[in-house]
């Protein structure tokens, strides 16, 4: 499977947006999707994680009552809504997507990042 995400930018501090992750070459359905983040100078990290049916979310604390991960199998697409961002928010955001929700730590398949930078 070939992921796309798409919808970063500059934002300034409170503001939102919201990222998608579109697939290709395969049904998204059929794989638990993660986002992840890089900071400069620091490693990746967890943001938050669906299963493929989409009845299993979980989230990194830091990101919890302001992040939102959603799905829509009919178009082969993951959502992450960033709601109230902070400076500290500020990364390269990644896509990735496995054959299980518990593995999603180890996602076989990803995709190119897309930056977000958040203004104080």
């Known amino acids: 499977v070939q992921l796309q995400a798409s919808g970063g930018g500059l934002v300034q501090a409170g503001g939102s947006l919201r990222l998608s992750c579109a697939a290709s070459g395969r049904t998204l359905s059929s794989y638990a999707v993660g986002w992840f983040r890089q900071a400069p100078g620091k490693e990746r990290e967890f943001v938050a994680a669906?299963?493929?049916?989409?009845?299993?979310?979980s989230y990194a604390d830091s990101v919890k009552g302001r992040f939102t991960i959603s799905r829509d199998n009919a178009k082969n697409t993951v959502y992450l809504q960033m709601n109230s961002l902070k400076p500290e928010d500020t990364a390269v955001y990644y896509c990735?997507?496995?054959?299980?929700?518990?593995?999603?730590?180890?996602?076989?398949?990803w995709g190119q990042g897309t930056q977000v930078t958040v203004s104080s």
């Open positions: 990735a997507a496995a054959g299980s929700y518990s593995s999603i730590l180890w996602a076989k398949y």
């Open positions: 669906i299963s493929g049916s989409g009845s299993k979310t």
